[in-house]
Nanobody
Framework: QVQLVESGGGLVQAGGSLRLSCAAS????????MAWFRQAPGKERDIVAS???????YYTDSVKGRFTISRDNAKNTVYLQMNSLKPEDTAVYYC??????????????????WGQGTQVTVSS
């Protein structure tokens, strides 16, 4: 089992920045692909960014150039640096993990470990 705990969410004005963290425990972290998803009220949970075991990355189009996903295997942590935030980025952000030594994975169905989520609210 892998346990994931997100932190770093909060309220920020449009144009501001936040850094989300996801701390993993329970298994060796390095062979896991990791991702950030988000879910706004009344909408599906969608991919934001993913990172492979060897730090290949994937970003959904709406966050390219603004968000950066990274991982620190020594700290068992994955990060999401969010800059130039917009009101439409408001959502609950979830960390996810799956054992994989392949390419970055964007499909929600592929992930079998999830955190509890952290709220990000961007005011206009």
């Amino acid at each position: 089992q892998v346990q994931l705990v997100e932190s770093g969410g909060g309220l920020v004005q449009a144009g501001g920045s936040l850094r989300l963290s996801c701390a993993a425990s329970g298994r060796t972290f390095s062979p896991y692909a990791m991702a950030w998803f988000r879910q706004a009220p009344g909408k599906e949970r969608d991919i934001v960014a993913s990172i492979s075991w060897n730090s290949g990355t994937y970003y959904t189009d709406s966050v390219k150039g603004r968000f950066t996903i990274s991982r620190d295997n020594a700290k068992n942590t994955v990060y999401l640096q969010m800059n130039s935030l917009k009101p439409e980025d408001t959502a609950v952000y979830y960390c996810a993990a799956v054992y994989s030594r392949g390419l970055p994975i964007s499909s929600k169905a592929a992930y079998n470990y999830w955190g509890q989520g952290t709220q990000v609210t961007v005011s206009s």
